[in-house]
């Protein structure tokens, strides 16, 4: 099983909404991450939580804010965002390891800010 | 942050055709990743590469580690329009810190 499950497939909020995006793996991996992707762009890191400890936070806006609360559950929660802040939010999955490895991508939340 | 130069932005081919798309960067990485998008959808991994030199099949697809492990290639034998969709490399340095190619998009006529 490579599953990482997405929840939920689409959201559609307004800027002053708290939402959270939701997600699940079973493969037994302790890292586990987000994603923002737009339109025909790659994917852009945004946190990696190691061991369900936050180990990197690429200056996101605090109007993201990740938890892991265990090791196979990640969300995002979401407050005040902004028009510019629509995209695909991917999460993903891999074992931890520092020269190898292969990463897991969910089918992402496509998030419309009015 | 690490630059992956992915090589061609856009291809338009014929069924049937082979396809080849590259990636290089200025610095080396441990794993090389490739990938394919539907649009709406989460990128799928289709083949990893750990080993410089290495060439790893699956299917019609095939890719290779570059020696210098600064570079790696993806090619399609026999296209089909199924094949159609955004093509990815993601290179690890290390430390679960991989980097995106910016993408090859590739459509197939029937």
């Known amino acids: 099983d490579t599953e990482v499950t997405q929840t939920p497939k689409h959201l559609v909020m307004g800027m002053t909404n708290k939402k959270s995006l939701k997600c699940e793996q079973h493969m037994g991996h302790r890292a586990m991450y987000w994603y923002k992707q737009k339109a025909k762009k790659p994917p852009e890191l945004m946190f990696v939580y190691s061991y369900e400890k936050l180990s990197i936070n690429e200056s996101v806006p605090s109007r993201f804010s990740p938890e892991c609360p265990n090791s196979s559950l990640l969300n995002l929660h979401l407050h005040a965002l902004q028009p510019e802040d629509s995209a695909l939010y991917l999460c993903?999955?891999?074992?931890?390891?520092?020269?190898?490895?292969?990463?897991?991508f969910g089918s992402g939340t496509q998030l419309s800010v009015l | 942050g690490q630059q992956l130069n992915q090589s061609p932005q856009s291809m338009f081919i014929q069924e049937g055709e082979d396809v080849s798309m590259n990636c290089t960067s200025s610095?080396?990485?441990?794993?090389w990743l490739w990938y394919k998008q539907d649009p709406g959808e989460g990128p799928v991994l289709l083949i990893a590469?750990?080993?410089?030199?290495e060439l790893t099949s699956n299917g019609r697809l095939t890719a290779q580690f570059g020696i210098t492990r600064k570079d790696s290639f993806l090619n399609i034998s026999a296209s089909i329009p199924s094949d159609v969709g955004i093509y990815f490399c993601a290179g690890l340095t290390g430390f679960n810190k991989f980097y995106f190619g910016s993408g090859t998009k590739l459509n197939v006529k029937p």
């Open positions: 610095s080396i990485f441990n794993t």
């Open positions: 993903a999955s891999s074992q931890v390891f520092s020269h190898s490895g292969k990463l897991f």
């Open positions: 590469l750990y080993k410089a030199g």
